[in-house]
């Protein structure tokens, strides 16, 4: 199966162009003040605004007021919760919603998707103490299962250069990047951005060849 690929964290309008020029299936707005990579909701009316049908527009946000969630939501497609937000909380906008989850050691990912198993799917970043996302840090793949009920989109120090051996060891439902296609914090390297989707590209048509 195509692997769905999100690019994450997108601040300029040449920056989201180049994601669906490229071929991204979603693309990821964070809304969380603390990132270098926030928007204002201005700024996300105006990058929202110019994403064509069947391109995915996510909004990021860490336990944040529920009225700012609601204003932005009419500019989204799907919200993406970062922090420890409760499932119900999570549940109250009426649109489709993913969790992300934080692979510290300790973390028991099958009662993490029994408690959020309303979301359409989690996203398996790496844990940096007080560092809600976006750390550009990668996890031990070993310990991504392969019986979780949820869909798994792999995150966390994604590049060009090793989406392929992640595409080809996890098989996950989808993959999320942002420092790894970046020139700077918030600022797109398009170049990057077609590697990175070329490359995951690759490693699907890889892994679909018929064994010989
Ligand atoms: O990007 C941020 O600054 C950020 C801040 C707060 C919550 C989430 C944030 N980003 C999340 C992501 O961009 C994704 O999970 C991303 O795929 C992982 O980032 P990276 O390791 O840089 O690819």
């Not at 050691?105 to 989690?122: K, M, P, Q, T, V």
């Not at 979780?148 to 051996?165: E, K, M, R, V």
């Not at 080809?168 to 797109?188: H, M, N, Q, T």
Request: proline share 6%.
């Amino acid at each position: 199966m195509r692997t769905r690929i999100k690019i994450c964290g997108l601040t300029r309008e040449s920056d989201v162009d180049a994601a669906v020029k490229a071929g991204a299936d979603a693309l990821g707005f964070v809304m969380w003040p603390g990132s270098k990579r926030a928007l204002t909701v201005e700024r996300l009316e105006q990058l929202a605004a110019r994403v064509p049908p069947f391109v995915t527009r996510v909004g990021l946000f860490v336990d944040q007021d529920p009225d700012l969630i609601t204003c932005c939501a009419s500019w989204l497609d799907m919200l993406q919760f970062h922090g420890d937000e409760p499932p119900e909380a999570c549940d109250i906008y009426g649109m489709s919603w993913l969790k992300a989850l934080r692979m510290r050691d300790d973390i028991d990912l099958s009662r993490e998707a029994a408690r959020y198993h309303r979301a359409r799917g989690l996203l398996l970043d790496a844990w940096r103490p007080g560092v809600p996302g976006g750390t550009g840090e990668t996890f031990d793949w070993s310990r991504v299962p392969h019986d979780l009920a949820a869909p798994i989109i792999l995150a966390g120090g994604l590049t060009p250069d090793n989406i392929g051996s992640a595409i080809d060891r996890i098989a996950p439902y989808g993959v999320d990047v942002s420092g790894g296609v970046e020139a700077e914090a918030g600022l797109k390297d398009h170049d990057l951005i077609k590697r990175f989707i070329d490359q995951a590209r690759r490693a699907d048509d890889l892994s679909a060849a018929p064994e010989r």
